[in-house]
């Protein structure tokens, strides 16, 4: 069936460096990515997203980069701070389902101040 | 804004007790669904729903049902709670009649099986 395999599962650095967290997809149907951030004791919410007629997207310090030909998305978070700990997890969308998502993993995050 | 709510932030059952979780979304949307959210493997969906009294299983179906008798409510039923069902479920909904696939996610509720 459908895969999304996330990585890495944890990630340390140090405030101001950048982090990287990748994904791949199994699915060539697959043309929607988004990416949520999971506060501790909250719910995940949206932070960016990106479908497949565009290769990158940006907003503020967070970006998203899509290679639909290797089938993996990025997110890249520039100047981090304390606040931007906490689980991302990716996503794709089903081909041919009607806004079904399957999930990566997460990666938990984890900024020193 | 959306607003997803879920009826309970915790709960504490035993076993072999029938648990209802509700779930309201107040954004008109078609599509709801119903994950549970474990240490390291991420969010598993268990049903999911594209409209009234519609209801399709997701990847972990087995000890669970759901209802939607109405467009914004979404209930998701242990007919018989287990420890095995111990975990965080979210609710989710998205909006299926434009290009819009975004899901948005309830405060989750979780639920201790003793």
């Known amino acids: 069936g459908e895969n999304v395999e996330q990585h890495p599962s944890t990630l340390s650095v140090q405030e101001g460096d950048s982090a990287v967290i990748k994904c791949t997809y199994s699915?060539?149907?697959?043309?929607?990515f988004p990416w949520y951030k999971q506060e501790l004791g909250k719910r995940p919410q949206l932070i960016i997203d990106?479908?497949?007629?565009?290769g990158e997207k940006k907003d503020q310090r967070i970006a998203v980069t899509l290679n639909k030909t290797a089938k993996h998305f990025s997110l890249h978070i520039t100047e981090t701070q304390p606040e931007d700990s906490a689980v991302y997890f990716c996503?794709?969308?089903?081909?041919?389902?009607?806004?079904?998502?399957?999930f990566g993993k997460g990666t938990k995050l984890s900024v020193k101040p | 804004d959306v607003k997803v709510t879920q009826s309970s932030r915790y709960l504490v059952k035993r076993t072999g007790e029938k648990v209802f979780l509700e779930c309201v979304q107040d954004?008109?949307?078609?599509?709801m669904f119903w994950y549970r959210q474990d240490p390291g493997l991420g969010l598993r969906l268990i049903y999911f729903s594209y409209d009234v009294k519609m209801k399709e299983k997701g990847d972990i179906p087995e000890g669970y049902s759901v209802s939607r008798e109405k467009k914004e409510r979404f209930s998701l039923i242990l007919e018989s709670a287990s420890t095995n069902q111990t975990s965080m479920y979210l609710c989710a909904s998205s909006d299926r009649t434009g290009i819009e696939e975004t899901q948005y996610f309830g405060p989750g509720t979780r639920l201790l099986v003793l």
């Open positions: 990106i479908r497949s007629n565009v």
């Open positions: 954004m008109d949307h078609e599509n």
């Open positions: 699915d060539s149907a697959s043309n929607y």
């Open positions: 996503a794709a969308s089903i081909g041919g389902s009607q806004g079904n998502l399957i």
